[in-house]
């Protein structure tokens, strides 16, 4: 994910299906002068069309880096709601 200021890359993301919708979970940490560092959980789901897919749902934050894709709490219980996120890729 990335726009004129940023990059962030991940390979930690998982999907899930809940009430017959596909959901996603990208975790991305994060470092601000590489002494804050903190873990960023996009929790969303998709809609895929045949020039875009567009992208939504909630952003989460907790402190620190370490989160585990594979023992993961899909409910994000660890993690602070900081808003809502929506965006487009282009086929």
């Known amino acids: ?43 969303g789901t998709y809609i895929n069309g045949s020039n875009k897919v567009l992208y939504y749902g909630d952003f989460y934050k907790k402190k620190g880096h370490g989160a585990d894709i594979d023992t993961f709490d899909e409910n994000l219980s660890e993690y602070t709601h900081k808003g809502g996120f929506r965006f487009e890729y282009l086929k």
């Not at 299906?17 to 975790?27: D, G, R, V, Y």
């Open 1 to 43: 994910m990335r726009n004129e200021e940023f990059e962030w890359r991940t390979t930690n993301f998982k999907t899930f299906k809940k009430i017959n919708q596909t959901l996603f979970i990208a975790l991305f940490e994060t470092s601000f002068l590489k002494l804050f560092k903190s873990t960023v959980a996009l929790r």
